[in-house]
């Protein structure tokens, strides 16, 4: 395999830090990589502990009565400079569960009530986003979501409108929007599953 030869951290950011690589390949040529990286130090990112503790988490739940829609939110990115379909999502704090994180960051994003539901290691666990582009890994939590849409505990730097899509919109949607990619295949199993989280019992 490749070997890390030196790691340098480019910028001092917040939420999300660049670090240069320098490397040597497998067929021992030299790689200059960059990664970006939730990690605040050098010794903190993934390919120096070994560890995959989730940066973030991402919430799948369903809404109403008879668990018939979806919760989403449509928010604008910087990076494409227009507006995606997504699942409500967020960082992990410190000391913070990813479960705890997911009823936090559904309410701050939503106002909506999220009520987790126990699945098995293998839907849950901390998978990588983009790997090519960073060591970012996140969690998925599922459960059922009530109470009413607010938008008051939303940070000024967000610009979150709340989606609750029943199968039509879905495939609306999915048709004719940008969406995120984990978004995009959750919601094909959403619009596949006569019963709400079937394809849990797969594993």
């Known amino acids: 395999m490749g070997k890390i030869n030196h790691i340098e951290k480019l910028t001092d950011n917040r939420?999300?830090?660049?670090?240069h690589m320098d490397a040597t390949s497998v067929h021992?040529?030299?790689?200059?990589?960059?990664v970006a990286s939730r990690a605040k130090t050098t010794e903190t990112l993934k390919a120096v502990t070994g560890q995959n503790n989730p940066d973030?988490?991402?919430?799948?739940s369903v809404?109403?009565?008879n668990h018939d829609k979806v919760v989403l939110i449509r928010q604008y990115r910087y990076?494409?400079?227009?507006?995606?379909?997504?699942?409500?999502?967020?960082?992990?704090?410190?000391g913070e569960s990813y479960h705890e994180g997911a009823v936090r960051e559904m309410y701050e994003e939503t106002g909506?009530?999220?009520h987790p539901i126990t699945v098995q290691e293998g839907y849950q666990k901390p998978y990588f986003t983009t790997i090519g582009l960073t060591d970012e890994s996140c969690a998925t939590v599922f459960g059922y979501a009530d109470g009413t849409i607010s938008n008051?505990?939303?940070?000024?730097?967000?610009?979150?409108?709340?989606?609750?899509?029943?199968k039509d919109e879905v495939r609306r949607i999915l048709r004719e929007e940008k969406v995120a990619l984990l978004c995009a295949y959750m919601l094909m199993h959403f619009l596949a599953d006569d019963e709400p989280f079937a394809f849990l019992n797969q594993l």
């Open 15 to 19: 939420f999300v830090n660049l670090y």
């Open 28 to 34: 021992d040529t030299p790689v200059s990589y960059f």
């Open 56 to 60: 973030g988490v991402v919430i799948y």
């Open 63 to 65: 809404y109403g009565e």
């Open 79 to 94: 990076s494409i400079a227009d507006y995606i379909y997504e699942f409500p999502a967020g960082l992990v704090e410190p």
């Open 112 to 114: 909506l009530t999220l």
């Open 152 to 166: 008051a505990a939303e940070e000024a730097s967000e610009e979150i409108e709340v989606v609750i899509a029943d």
